[in-house]
């Protein structure tokens, strides 16, 4: 990639990196169905580095909640946003253990290739 396909590396006000990532990382964070939003106050997007990578949207099958979505081409799997770690050690991710990281290509074989 030359210097002029590169991507600038930006920051908002707040500190968090915000766009689409310049590399495709080895896990992608998926929230699962376990996820409620923490009732409008989500804290995976409070330790998400990535500005607008975990958003908040309706869930029709978890009324009145809502369920964070993880935009697949901001998330750069950095495991911030998850509650387990290692030999199960506590993070301070999701509470409720919502979030799960799996391998990229998994993610892609099931949802299509991420455009770069």
């Known amino acids: 990639?030359?210097?002029?396909?590169?991507?600038?590396?930006?920051?908002s006000a707040?500190?968090?990196f915000s766009g689409r990532r310049k590399v495709k990382?080895?896990?992608?964070a998926v929230v699962t169905d376990a996820c409620t939003g923490?009732?409008?106050?989500p804290v995976c997007q409070i330790y998400c580095p990535v500005d607008e990578c975990m958003l908040l949207v309706p869930a029709?099958?978890?009324v009145p909640y809502q369920r964070i979505w993880v935009d697949?081409?901001?998330?750069?799997g950095c495991k911030k946003c998850v509650s387990r770690g290692p030999?199960?050690?506590?993070?301070d991710g999701c509470p409720w253990d919502a979030i799960v990281m799996v391998p990229t290509p998994a993610?892609?074989?099931e949802h299509g290739k991420l455009s770069y």
């Open 38 to 41: 923490c009732a409008g106050a």
């Open 25 to 28: 990382p080895r896990l992608l």
């Open 1 to 11: 990639m030359d210097a002029a396909e590169r991507r600038p590396t930006m920051k």
């Open 72 to 76: 697949p081409l901001t998330c750069v």
């Open 14 to 16: 707040d500190g968090k």
């Open 107 to 109: 993610w892609e074989a």
């Open 87 to 91: 030999e199960g050690s506590f993070l």
């Open 60 to 62: 029709a099958d978890a």
